[in-house]
């Protein structure tokens, strides 16, 4: 999703990312990319390729063996809200709920309902932080350390 941190490398101006923010209760988002070319199945306004969020989740959980506490990944059903955790919990060892080919985009909404904060880190793909978001709608903006 372009944003002002693209200006110098694309020669271009483009929109503060506080316009393009997703809330809390979204299914959906959709954006035009800065160079659609290099995609598979562009994100453009009211495509259907790829405007959905797939719902993913971070879990907390305890491990069986010492009892420790263990943030995992997995998926969330539609319609969470801070009363209703619909957490599927997935373990390293369950198959993949993702197959990304090259140059295909998409658009993930993690929830997470656990007492601290948990990295994330990816390989051998880029991703973008859209924003975050509160329980109670607040929306904050990404740290300039994760733009781009």
């Not at 957490?87 to 369950?94: H, K, N, R």
């Amino acid at each position: 999703m372009p944003e002002p941190n693209y200006n110098s490398a694309y020669n271009g101006v483009f929109a503060p990312a506080n316009q393009n923010n997703v809330s809390i209760a979204a299914t959906a988002f959709a954006f035009t990319p800065y160079a659609p070319q290099h995609f598979n199945n562009p994100c453009t306004v009211g495509s259907t390729n790829c405007d959905l969020l797939d719902q993913k989740t971070i879990q907390e959980l305890f491990t069986l063996d010492y009892g420790r506490m263990n943030a995992t990944l997995g998926t969330e059903l539609p319609n969470v809200n801070f009363e209703n955790q619909t957490t599927i919990p997935l373990g390293y060892v369950d198959p993949a709920t993702e197959i990304i080919r090259q140059g295909d985009t998409q658009l993930w909404k993690i929830t997470h309902n656990g007492v601290d904060t948990h990295f994330i880190h990816f390989h051998l793909f880029n991703v973008q932080v859209i924003n975050r978001v509160g329980w109670d709608g607040s929306i904050r903006q990404i740290d300039a350390n994760e733009a781009g």
